[in-house]
């Protein structure tokens, strides 16, 4: 092969190897891309719009298979308290532990997510309502076990929690109203 053509080759090649970095980092982008779109920057849990799509699959499963899955969705409870005395940035570290109180309670296969400022959620799989009303309650125990920690003091965190079963004919924002509403009840006669 002539000398100014196996420069060429080589020169082709080179660049087809920077081509392909540039191919792989921008993959690997796309990746990170993802995830960021369906996680919650702050607690790292599923946000909004991950979570229903997690929760639009479950009720497609749910319709196929008539499986028992339960949404639990709580509120914290004068959550508004710590970030107007102690500051956003507590409030954050709050909503951290709680993100993380909430992973060590619940099972693997359980999803958690959080919708936003402090409201969280959870699908709860091979769960009927009479055993989610129960991991509610065990959710609060562990809240009130672990206090949120800041500035060495010690400052109780607890929620208003609601349940609902997923049914086959359920949508996304169907589901998750109602087990809002039944938060909203358990809210206000602080039965939980």
Request: contains cysteine.
């Amino acid at each position: 092969m002539p000398e100014h053509i196996q420069v060429l080759v080589e020169d082709l090649s080179d660049e087809v190897t920077k081509l392909m970095d540039v191919i792989n980092a921008q993959r690997l982008e796309i990746r990170r891309l993802r995830h960021d779109a369906v996680r919650d920057a702050l607690t790292g849990l599923l946000n909004r719009r991950g979570f229903e799509r997690v929760l639009d699959r479950s009720i497609a499963f749910v319709s196929r298979y008539s499986s028992d899955v339960s949404l639990l969705y709580a509120d914290l409870d004068n959550f508004k308290h710590i970030n107007d005395t102690l500051g956003h940035a507590a409030g954050d570290a709050a909503l951290k532990h709680v993100a993380k109180v909430l992973s060590g309670v619940l099972r693997r296969c359980d999803v958690v997510g959080r919708l936003g400022g402090d409201e969280f959620v959870a699908l709860l799989w091979k769960t009927c309502d009479k055993a989610a009303r129960s991991v509610a309650l065990e959710v609060n125990r562990a809240l009130a076990a672990n206090p949120f920690q800041h500035e060495g003091r010690s400052y109780p965190i607890s929620a208003s929690l609601g349940v609902a079963r997923l049914c086959g004919e359920d949508r996304a924002g169907g589901v998750l109203d109602r087990a809002d509403r039944d938060m909203y009840r358990a809210k206000s006669s602080l039965r939980f």
